[in-house]
């Protein structure tokens, strides 16, 4: 069985293509290299992937790719942090848009005239951006008013993209959307424009990367944006891989769409409490609340019974255990300058 993984640099994508190599499939990886560069993983040399730079934008190349493939996890995206959200307002959305109907045009060829059985489409928790209904189950994107953010928007029409080239050319899909992935890999992005938090750089402008690098460069009190109290279920990124994994596999999967998530509720706060604690244990904790961003979402609590209930998927590893991979490896990133 054979797979194309468009977006094979990004974050969630070296975690699925360990998992994919790890179940036995042939991988072959897609990515512009625009966001962070050159990126060398454990999987780089395996026997059964192939990396390829290119252009997901780029159909025809996309369509040559899938000439053998099986499976198409469609992950490609210009994504950043929510500072890109209103930096890159604009960029997000029509570069997305035209990376997406360029993996749709080449899935549609693909599956009418080789062998292609199924697109994933990797969406985002962000589609739930105005959503007051939690836990938010599978189908309250429909129900709740849109996004406010282009990139939350975009990721809406994404899934509508599946829906339409499924009722008009019947290619069979499955939605995933992973919430607030958390790991280690992602490095300082090279679209990144320089935002300060106190007087540390904020190096990807996800909560638990920043959090890491200001507590080991000693920022004393820790900035957080907004007041703390913003709830999140952080999800390590080898759990979600299995997720996307299992619901690649399913047949119970086709045409259906899956919160990807732990079911564990923290705060900002209480992320940044424990992060403090691990690295700096003999310093009381002090923090001030720095003006938030705009798109910066109160609460995101998904339900995940659908997921438990058709793909048995179940996320086991708690932000502690996630912590004592991402910890160790943040301290040699900011060593080495990378962050």
């Known amino acids: 069985m054979k797979i194309l993984v468009t977006g094979a640099g990004g974050f969630i994508a070296g975690y699925l293509i360990e998992e994919l190599l790890r179940a036995g499939y042939e991988v072959v990886g897609l990515d512009n290299l625009s966001k962070y560069g050159p990126v060398h993983r454990g999987f780089s040399d395996h026997p059964r992937y192939k990396f390829v730079r290119g252009d997901a934008k780029d159909a025809a190349l996309v369509e040559e790719l899938l000439r053998d493939c099986d499976h198409f996890v469609a992950g490609a995206a210009v994504i950043g942090g929510i500072a890109l959200f209103h930096e890159l307002a604009y960029d997000l959305l029509a570069e997305n848009e035209r990376i997406t109907a360029s993996a749709f045009d080449a899935a549609i060829r693909a599956h009418r005239e080789q062998k292609l059985q199924k697109i994933t489409v990797i969406s985002s928790s962000m589609v739930f951006e105005s959503t007051n209904v939690y836990p938010t189950p599978e189908g309250e994107e429909r129900r709740s008013p849109p996004p406010q953010s282009t990139y939350g928007f975009q990721k809406l ?183």
């Open 157 to 339: 029409a994404t899934e509508y993209f599946a829906q339409g080239a499924n009722e008009q050319y019947g290619l069979p899909f499955t939605i995933v959307r992973p919430f607030n992935c958390i790991g280690i890999g992602e490095s300082r992005a090279a679209v990144e424009s320089t935002v300060m938090s106190g007087n540390v750089r904020l190096a990807m402008s996800h909560v638990v990367p920043d959090l890491v690098q200001k507590v080991l460069k000693g920022e004393d009190p820790l900035h957080i944006l907004g007041s703390g109290d913003q709830v999140r279920h952080y999800t390590y990124g080898g759990d979600l891989a299995h997720g996307i994994r299992l619901a690649i596999e399913s047949p119970e999967a086709r045409n259906e769409d899956f919160n990807l998530s732990s079911t564990q509720s923290m705060t900002v706060l209480e992320l940044a409490e424990m992060i403090w604690k691990r690295i700096r244990p003999r310093d009381p904790f002090r923090y001030i609340s720095d003006k938030p961003f705009r798109y910066d979402v109160q609460r995101r609590i998904p339900s995940t019974e659908k997921a438990k209930r058709i793909l048995k998927f179940e996320a086991t590893t708690s932000v502690s255990e996630a912590l004592d991979e991402i910890v160790p490896w943040i301290r040699e990133q900011v060593a080495v300058g990378a962050i």
